[in-house]
């Protein structure tokens, strides 16, 4: 019996360290040149079921020249098995230790996922400044939403990959396989070259006498600003159509048909909405073609649509018709996983699902309209409740709601709303009749966040004092038969406010946090709040510094240099529009915004046509 053979008869859930799933791809270590580990700072079944990995396997793993395989976090059984037996990180695939390959690319998706990072890396032997790395240690790099300010990991990375990734990836590739065997700062200039590709060491902060952040500044030879790759056409763009099929049940376990990226409806705290414009679309061809190969190697019997806002297709309503036409004898579920406050998006959701058990989730974000102005959702009371009473009538029983606690402006007054609201829910459900053994309305809340490249980036986090009243008050308000009310820690979402508006200087106390035993922090078990408490005081950070600092237009930020392709100058212009009340149209249906970002990345929005496809 080998050592990981009997480690496995000691841990829960042994199928998350074996590998060997349904298409997967192992290939000749010794014939290939250029090795990547795609390393998910989370454990498996979170990891599985994002897209960017199946899409990243399937670009590197389609090259004859290189190969990609994963690793995801382990849990904390395993972690502490794998310590006493003195096993390194290693891959699914070959069962690698980690530190043998070329690259470990990691993805970030989550501030709370950093601890990850480091005690991923620590796992697999590799030194966790990247200064102390040297020409045989493999590249640390990243990409996803958090790359957009990755400061505070900065000194633990070679690399960060800015946009998406189905193009740069390849250049990766060839840089790594040109300057394998030869000196790592030749290989980092050639990366730092490569459009979208920011070297953190090539460009350093400055501060000023009052311990305020200046700004970054790079050395020759490297962009001063770092602006985000876009994938132009998503017809032509690499899809993996045979996708791995996990053993355990993954959080999203069903096929996943990306219908398009970006969103433009400009809701002011979402970060996604910013950093994936512009829109593009999938033609309904691609896309019938697409679900047809991904049932058929795969074996699922779900079919999710999968985008940002997928009711706003323009061609939703005839492709989930034909998918149905296609599938419903199979029979095969399709799944419409973001929906709109309207009833049109009731009747996608009717006629893709023919026994409505399961709940629906509406996200009017906040409880007044007034604030709904302030952030942009242009959604109204009676939007919602015409929408509840269209579900009800079609045979829902429980609906969820979720709102946000803390945005800018916030009062008590917009916090009673979302009881209000929901109790308006709930006498609807009354209304149509539905039964009340059955009926459920669930308010879920999280806490505001400010996050880069938005026009709420100047903006400070609500104090955790004021989130926990909040809370507090919105438990007495929301008793009663048929309501349920749930919210997130608010303590996890300040250490997020930390990191996503934080520098470099926040480093040691990541550092010191995951030597406290901090990970896995997005799992409520595991946060250990105490431990991030103590790494700050330790560190001499003042977290609240960060979390809570309200910018100005004109201050330097930490993610200055790195560019989303909109404007800062619109971002000022919507963020004084959200103070006062005023909203923004969506540019899909109406005239141009003004952001920038078509210009600056010269790019126009894709809205497919039937056949062809054609600019908006």
């Known amino acids: 019996m080998t050592d990981l053979e009997r480690i496995l008869t000691r841990v829960e859930r042994p199928a ?8 997967t791809i192992i290939k000749d270590w010794e014939r290939v040149p250029v090795r990547i580990v795609f390393a998910f700072p989370d454990v498996y079944e979170v990891g599985m079921s994002h897209l960017g990995m199946h899409i990243l396997y399937h670009v590197v793993n389609s090259r004859d020249d290189a190969l990609m395989e994963r690793v995801f976090a382990p849990w904390i059984d395993m972690e502490r098995e794998m310590r006493r037996e003195g096993l390194p990180l290693f891959s699914l695939e070959s069962h690698r230790s980690v530190c043998d390959f070329d690259v470990v690319a990691f993805t970030l998706q989550y501030e709370l996922s950093y601890t990850n990072v480091l005690n991923m890396l620590e796992l697999a032997g590799i030194p966790l400044e990247c200064r102390a790395r040297d020409s045989g240690m493999p590249l640390v790099v990243a990409g996803g939403p958090c790359a957009f300010n990755p400061e505070p990991l900065a000194p633990f990375l070679d690399a960060v990959f800015l946009g998406e990734g189905e193009e740069a990836l390849h250049d990766l590739v060839e840089v790594v396989h040109r300057y394998k065997g030869g000196g790592r700062e030749e290989l980092l200039m050639a990366l730092a070259r490569v459009p979208g590709v920011y070297v953190p060491r090539f460009y350093q902060p400055e501060y000023g006498a009052d311990g305020g952040f200046r700004r970054i500044v790079a050395q020759a030879g490297v962009p001063a600003k770092v602006v985000k790759r876009v994938v132009r056409d998503l017809d032509r763009a690499p899809y993996p159509l045979r996708p791995i099929v996990p053993y355990l049940e993954a959080v999203h376990d069903r096929a996943v048909l990306e219908v ?23 033609r309904p061809e691609t896309l019938l073609d697409q679900a047809e190969a991904l049932l058929s190697n795969t074996g699922y019997r779900e079919l999710s649509l999968s985008s940002l806002s997928t009711t706003d297709y323009s061609h939703i309503k005839e492709l989930v018709a034909e998918l149905v036409e296609r599938y419903g004898n199979e029979p095969v579920n399709v799944s419409l996983p973001s929906l709109r406050v309207d009833s049109f998006a009731v009747e996608l959701a009717r006629s893709v699902q023919g026994v409505r058990k399961s709940s629906l989730t509406f996200a009017p974000e906040a409880g007044t309209q007034r604030l709904r102005n302030v952030i942009n959702k242009q959604v109204t009371e009676r939007d919602l409740l015409q929408t509840v009473e269209t579900a009800f009538a079609a045979g829902w029983m429980r609906l969820k709601l979720y709102f946000m606690l803390g945005l800018p402006t916030e009062t008590l007054e917009d916090v009673d709303g979302i009881a209000r609201l929901a109790r308006m829910v709930l006498d609807k459900g009354r209304e149509c009749g539905a039964p009340k053994g059955r009926l459920a309305v669930t308010v879920s809340t999280s806490s505001f966040v400010p996050k880069p490249h938005t026009p709420f980036q100047w903006e400070p986090q609500a104090p955790l004092p004021v989130l926990r009243e909040r809370q507090a008050f919105l438990q007495g308000r929301l008793k009663g038969k048929n309501l349920v009310y749930r919210w997130h820690d608010p303590e996890t979402s300040f250490v997020e406010a930390v990191f996503a508006r934080g520098d470099r200087r926040l480093a040691p106390a990541l550092r010191r946090a995951v030597e406290l035993g901090c990970r896995l922090d997005g799992w409520r078990e595991c946060f250990r709040f105490d431990l991030w408490q103590q790494a700050f005081a330790e560190t001499g950070i003042d977290p609240g510094a960060y979390a809570y600092r309200s ?11 790195l560019d989303s392709g909109i404007d800062r100058e ?40 039937a056949g062809t496809g054609a600019p908006v």
């Open 16 to 23: 998350r360290y074996v590998g060997g799933e349904l298409n």
């Open 260 to 282: 398009f990226r970006g969103c433009t409806r400009g809701c002011r705290f979402c970060q996604a909405g910013a950093i994936y414009r512009p829109v593009r679309e999938k």
């Open 551 to 561: 910018y100005g237009y004109t201050d330097a930020l930490p993610w200055d240099h």
């Open 570 to 609: 619109f971002l000022t212009r919507e963020h004084a529009q959200a103070l006062a009340g005023e909203t923004t149209r969506d540019c899909r249906n109406d005239q141009c915004t003004g952001c920038g970002l078509c210009p600056n990345l010269e790019i126009e929005p894709y809205v497919a046509e």
